[in-house]
Nanobody, 117 residues
Framework: QVQLVESGGGLVQSGGSLRLSCAAS????????WRWYRQAPGKEREMVAV????????NYADSVKDRFTISRDNAKNTMYLQMNSLKPEDTAVYYC??????????WGQGTQVTVSS
């Protein structure tokens, strides 16, 4: 069974930084495109960032562009989300996601990010 484990969340002041990690196991990590999502209280889950297999292409939600950076280390089976200039509206549970080309959809348990004003 595929396992995804997020870490790195916490409480930070507005303007601060956090680095999230997503460690994957029981799959060939390097074969897939990976995504970060977030879900704030009372809101729908939204995609934050996506990175292709080699890391050569990335894309971001407009709300985080130029502040967040997605990256991956295929040797460590780990994906990252560097979050800078955090704002209170970034407060959410952050999830890593794998959607395979055959439709298998995997999620981690999520990590809470809270940004105080």
């Amino acid at each position: 069974q595929v396992q995804l484990v997020e870490s790195g969340g916490g409480l930070v002041q507005s303007g601060g930084s956090l680095r999230l990690s997503c460690a994957a196991s029981r799959l060939t990590f390097s074969h897939y495109t990976w995504r970060w999502y977030r879900q704030a209280p009372g809101k729908e889950r939204e995609m934050v960032a996506v990175i292709t297999r080699t890391g050569g292409n990335t894309n971001y939600a407009d709300s985080v562009k130029d502040r967040f950076t997605i990256s991956r280390d295929n040797a460590k089976n780990t994906m990252y989300l560097q979050m800078n200039s955090l704002k209170p509206e970034d407060t959410a549970v952050y999830y890593c996601n794998l959607l395979t080309y055959w439709g298998a959809d995997y999620w981690g348990q999520g990590t809470q990010v809270t940004v105080s004003s």
